[in-house]
């Protein structure tokens, strides 16, 4: 869909499902969260199934920027582990995603950041002129989520999900900074 300028106001993806003769919102997002594009997405999804006469059908979180117009279209919330087959992150080159994932930080430019797991250990960080490193200390799938930025890493640390040397408080909030937790909108389409 688009603004009157013709820019990307928001999209959905939606698929049939042959075998359970329902379309199915794989991913709805809007610029800047904007609600009403969202209603109408979800309308014209709406209006393909009731042309075929089938139901529509979408993953959605209690915390979901769209759920209230979820309800509101009367669709009702199941849990996921009623009625999906999940398959989660592994990730085979955690180097890379590291590199892809860090956010460069003027406070850490000379500090080596280090993510040890009993199975591996992963550079985070690894600037030539390191002067020092702080090792993060972390269960394997503690990593994975906190390469796929799914970890806010200052309250993993107060929880000791984290543990953390020689690093300050200071350096661990520059280093949450670096690797930002990103809400995560469960959709159907995470599975493919």
């Not at 985070?124 to 930025?149: C, F, G, Q, V, Y």
């Amino acid at each position: 869909m688009s603004d009157s300028k013709g820019r990307l106001a928001g999209y959905a993806i939606a698929g049939y499902e042959i075998s359970d003769d329902e379309f199915v919102i794989l991913e709805l997002a809007t610029a800047k969260g904007d609600l009403r594009v969202a209603r109408e997405l979800i309308l014209a999804v709406c209006g393909l199934a009731a042309r075929r006469r089938c139901r529509v059908d979408t993953f959605c979180q209690d915390t979901s920027h769209y759920s209230g117009f979820y309800d509101c279209l009367g669709f009702s919330r199941v849990p996921r582990s009623e009625n999906s087959e999940i398959i989660m992150a592994f990730p085979l080159r955690p180097d890379k995603m590291a590199r892809a994932a860090w956010k460069p930080n003027a406070a850490l430019r000379r500090v080596k950041v280090v993510a040890w797991t009993p199975t591996q250990s992963v550079a985070l960080n690894d600037p030539e002129s390191a002067r020092r490193i702080i090792a993060l200390e972390m269960k394997d799938d503690i990593l994975t989520r906190l390469l796929m930025s799914r970890v806010d890493v200052i309250g993993a640390v107060k929880q000791e999900l984290i543990t953390t040397t020689g690093g300050s408080a200071k350096d661990i909030k520059a280093i949450a900074s670096s690797l930002p937790y990103t809400s995560w909108e469960y959709l159907p389409i995470d599975y493919i």
